[in-house]
């Protein structure tokens, strides 16, 4: 029987590769694809819903992104398991490579946009959606990503706002940055796989929210 959830990699990095690898038990089915990007075109035949992870600023956690995401859907489909149900694209973080990007954008339902609450990280983002991901028509939606509640809220409310004034859809689930996720690709973790204690417990929690709040749950 086939899995719920696909995760893909289209980034020359691999470093989902290198994680994915690491994983005893992958909770999805995974491939690398940067070298193939044609074998993309199969996913429209497959009736389910593709997610594409963006954002050509490197360093914004879209590797992690794509993994829990997948994970915890995966873990809320077991359950129901009905085919293949989501697709979860993790898009390379350069320019250099934005044709592997615009061929993912052609079978994509909508996008993830990861950002972290830094100033370094708001021109990239803009031009991504801009000149990239808004000429396609596709819904998206920037999530703040790798936010350290140590750092008080100043940068957080800052890039929030930054968001909202360019009139970007915005994900109300903030993911937080916890040591637990940095450690995860070495141990050969997703975020389903933590140990079980209150700190992986919340570390969990941030990416079940984001799930439920985009609607990834179903084939709907």
Not at 121 to 140: H, K, M, S
């Amino acid at each position: 029987m086939p899995a719920a959830v696909y995760v893909v990699s289209i980034d020359p990095q691999a470093s989902t590769v290198w994680w994915a690898n690491r994983i005893t038990d992958l909770p999805f089915d995974f491939s690398q694809e940067h070298e193939t990007p044609e074998n993309l075109a199969i996913l429209k035949e497959t009736g389910a819903k593709v997610h594409v992870i963006a954002n050509q600023k490197g360093g914004v956690g879209k590797t992690t992104v794509t993994l829990n995401l997948g994970a915890v859907v995966a873990d809320v489909l077991s359950t129901s398991q009905d085919g293949l149900l989501h697709v979860f694209i993790d898009s390379p973080g350069s320019l250099q490579d934005e044709a592997l990007l615009l061929e993912a954008l052609k079978y994509a339902h909508d996008v993830i946009v990861p950002m972290p609450p830094e100033g370094l990280a708001f021109d990239p983002t803009a031009r991504t959606i801009q000149q990239v991901i808004e000429p396609t028509g596709l819904p998206y939606r920037v999530v703040i990503n790798n936010w350290d509640p140590r750092d008080g809220t100043a940068d957080l409310t800052e890039s929030q706002e930054y968001i909202d004034a360019q009139g970007w859809p915005r994900a109300q689930t903030v993911v937080r940055r916890y040591k637990v996720h940095t450690r995860a690709s070495v141990e050969g973790r997703v975020v389903t796989q933590y140990p079980k204690n209150r700190v992986a417990m919340e570390a969990r929690e941030d990416f079940f929210r984001l799930a439920l709040e985009l609607g990834y749950g179903g084939r709907a």
